[in-house]
């Protein structure tokens, strides 16, 4: 298993900018390909971004050209840049590594390891 850290959340005005990062330790890191979610109160937990260590990155739509993925292999770090945020990116944030096949890249079912989430809440 990976165990999975994350930090970074906080409290931002619109318009402004938070760094997401997301530690792992345990098994090899870079085989897996690593995601962020997030969860709204009240609301089921929604798909943000993947990233594979070959470079491939994938976005709800609602994020993009503001949120940027990326991961350091020297680091085992993945990070999540959050640009432009907006009172409905307030959520309960977390990573996950992908650990088991799956067709779709948004599939949550297919992210095995998860780390405890961190609180992003974004005032207007």
């Known amino acids: 298993q990976v165990r999975l850290v994350e930090s970074g959340g906080g409290l931002v005005q619109a318009g402004g900018s938070l760094r997401l990062s997301c530690a792992a330790s345990g098994r090899t890191f870079t085989k897996y390909a690593m995601g962020w979610f997030r969860q709204a109160l009240g609301k089921e937990r929604e798909f943000v971004a993947a990233?594979?260590?070959?470079?491939?990155?994938f976005y709800r739509d609602s994020v993009k050209g503001r949120f940027t993925i990326s991961g350091d292999n020297a680091e085992n770090t993945v990070y999540l840049q959050m640009n432009g945020l907006k009172p409905e990116d307030t959520a309960v944030y977390y990573c996950a590594a992908r650990t088991y096949y799956s067709d779709t890249v948004d599939d949550l079912s297919a992210f095995g390891s998860w780390g405890q989430g961190t609180q992003v809440t974004v005032s207007s």
């Open positions: 990233f594979s260590w070959t470079g491939d990155t």
